[in-house]
C-alpha cells in the first residue's frame, strides 16, 4: 500500500509562486506513474499533470502548462509541483495521485480511474 502526504499549499497574491510537495510511503515511487489533481471549490476533480515512472512522458492540463513544472526526485520519494504565475482560477485542494499502470494516450492519463493511490489534498487559495 502507497500512502501519500501532500504540503506545500497556502494563501498566495495572484502573480505569485508556489512549491507542492507530496511525499510517498510505504513503496519506493521509481516504479509509479506519478501525478497532481484539484478540486476548485464547488467543482469536478480535475487533472492537472503527470510524469511517467521513467519521464518518458510529462503531461500537463492546457491551462497550466506554461506555468506549472511537475518533478520527482525518487530517491527523496517526493513529487513536486511548482506553480508560478499564480491566478485566482488555480484556487483548489491539490491532491497528489499515483498509478501503478496507465493506459495510453490523454484520456488515461487524465482520467481520476486511471489511479490507484490518492493523498488527502493541500488548500491552495489565490487571492487577487
Known amino acids: 500500500q502507497v500512502q501519500l502526504v501532500e504540503s506545500g499549499g497556502e494563501l498566495v497574491q495572484a502573480g505569485g509562486s508556489l512549491r507542492l510537495s507530496c511525499v510517498a510511503s510505504?513503496?519506493?515511487?521509481?516504479?509509479?506513474?506519478m501525478g497532481w489533481f484539484r478540486q476548485p471549490p464547488g467543482k469536478e476533480r480535475e487533472f492537472v499533470a503527470l510524469?511517467?515512472?521513467?519521464?518518458?512522458?510529462?503531461y500537463y492540463l492546457q491551462s497550466v502548462k506554461d506555468r506549472f513544472t511537475i518533478s520527482r526526485d525518487n530517491a527523496k520519494n517526493t513529487v513536486y509541483l511548482q506553480m508560478n504565475s499564480l491566478k485566482p482560477e488555480d484556487t483548489a485542494v491539490y491532491y497528489c495521485?499515483?498509478?501503478?499502470?496507465?493506459?495510453?494516450?490523454?484520456?488515461?492519463?487524465?482520467?481520476?480511474?486511471?489511479?490507484?493511490?490518492w493523498g488527502q489534498g493541500t488548500q491552495v487559495t489565490v487571492s487577487s
Open positions: 495521485a499515483a498509478a501503478n499502470n496507465l493506459g495510453p494516450g490523454a484520456s488515461h492519463w487524465s482520467s481520476l480511474t486511471s489511479y490507484d493511490y
Open positions: 510524469k511517467t515512472w521513467g519521464g518518458s512522458v510529462t
Open positions: 510505504g513503496r519506493t515511487i521509481s516504479t509509479l506513474h
